[in-house]
């Protein structure tokens, strides 16, 4: 579903540069449920907008099923993002009307594209557990619903791939757990692709892969041991402190031309600055400091 590599995008502001995406690789198969983890300012967002369409890539390769969205022309982009992708961000409650019904706010998207398909409409609401609520105004619905309605919306345009930053970042546990088990039924039972970025590594140990970014490439990568666990609200809590850890198998990513990253903590436990040694004795590879070469 989506394909990119080497992708690169830098941001032109006066006469600065910002390389927010330096090289990044990453690879999600069709009816993947998966999350991206990283740091304040790794480049998170930057990836989840180029991928929605509201982004243009600098350099490199990004393809989503059959778009290629380096070389999309404006039209074709438009077309794309009303087709391909759902979009759900952490306050997308905010866009919602309050003043009509949670059903008529579904709807509105659909009456905008021209097409109002009233029993899909309902069956989203239903989808997101708001079968009861769906002719309650907006006003009259909790934080946590309202952000359900938000999904149902991003759902309105039967996309292939639903993008969520930060979708539980304003609700409270319950609903959170909520959200993901809404997630996750929507692709097991439609088969669409969910990537989630997430701070949050709760949310994050709930699915089968993690990617972590950092520094604008992707670093780390985080595989559930046994995917038919499946860590559902309700069921034991991961221990925040063992983290992704406690369910998952934690690779580090070597791009194409054999780069890998290594943890700056790691570089600065050993007082690594510009040089290292490599040797592999068979089964291993020893990273160490140089060597003093003074003799
Ligand atoms: N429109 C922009 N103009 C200039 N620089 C930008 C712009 N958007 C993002 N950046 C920079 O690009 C880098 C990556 O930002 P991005 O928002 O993708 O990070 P993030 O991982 O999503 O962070 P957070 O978790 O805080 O949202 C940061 O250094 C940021 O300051």
Redesign the pocket.
């Known amino acids: 579903m989506i394909d990119c590599e080497g992708l690169v995008k830098i941001?032109k502001?006066d006469d600065l540069e910002?390389v927010?995406l330096q090289g990044l690789n990453l690879k999600v198969e069709d009816g993947e449920l998966m999350a991206i983890i990283?740091?304040?300012?790794?480049?998170?967002?930057?990836?989840l907008n180029i991928l929605g369409g509201l982004d243009r890539p600098s350099a490199g390769q990004v393809r989503v099923g059959p778009w290629d969205l380096l070389k999309i022309s404006e039209e074709e982009l438009v077309q794309y993002k009303r087709e391909t992708v759902g979009f759900i961000w952490q306050n997308n409650a905010r866009n919602l009307l309050p003043y009509l019904s949670a059903l008529e706010n579904v709807e509105m998207p659909m009456m905008l594209s021209g097409k109002v398909d009233r029993a899909y409409a309902k069956q989203l609401l239903e989808w997101v557990g708001l079968k009861e609520r769906m002719h309650n105004k907006l006003h009259q619905l909790s934080g946590g619903e309202q952000q359900r309605v938000a999904i149902a919306i991003s759902l309105s345009n039967r996309p292939k791939l639903l993008l969520a930053d930060e979708p539980t970042g304003s609700v409270d546990t319950t609903t959170s757990d909520l959200i993901m088990g809404i997630f996750r039924q929507l692709n097991r039972e439609i088969g669409i692709t969910v990537v989630i970025?997430t701070?949050d590594l709760t949310l994050a140990g709930k699915v089968d892969r993690v990617v972590a970014?950092r520094d604008?490439l992707t670093s780390t990568e985080f595989i559930k041991r046994n995917p038919n666990i499946t860590l559902d609200g309700g069921e034991a809590e991961l221990p925040q402190a063992s983290g992704l850890q406690a369910v998952h198998e934690a690779y580090v990513v070597v791009d194409r031309v054999g780069r890998l990253q290594v943890p700056k903590e790691y570089l600065s436990a050993l007082q690594i600055k510009d040089k290292a040694t490599m040797e592999f004795d068979g089964e291993r590879i020893i990273i160490t400091p140089p060597k003093s070469l003074g003799g």
């Open positions: 941001y502001t910002v927010a990283g740091n304040s300012g790794s480049g998170k967002s930057t990836l970025v701070h970014i604008g």
